[in-house]
């Protein structure tokens, strides 16, 4: 692109903005800010619940073993701490 084209645009683009606002239209670009925050707490959810439900059994063989507690003993605290 030429420095003269690049210029025209932007003017362009200007004036596009500026007649938008005084005639009250949107610009027809939209905005990804929601779409990102949306993902984001979908992210941050499944990184919570997640881990929290899934991640625990990953444990429970070293719990029974370390703390010399029964399977049903282990898997029954889940419950109990959400109570």
């Not at 210029?7 to 239209?25: C, D, F, I, P, R």
């Amino acid at each position: 692109m030429t420095q003269g084209s690049v210029k025209s645009e932007l003017v362009e683009s200007h004036l596009e903005a500026t007649a938008n606002s005084q005639t009250g239209q949107q610009p027809t670009e939209h905005s990804h800010g929601p779409a990102r925050a949306l993902a984001a707490t979908f992210v941050a959810m499944f990184c919570l619940v997640g881990i929290g439900l899934w991640g625990l059994p990953f444990y429970y063989d070293f719990m029974v073993q370390q703390f010399a507690w029964s399977r049903a003993q282990v898997t029954s605290g889940m419950p109990s701490a959400n109570c």
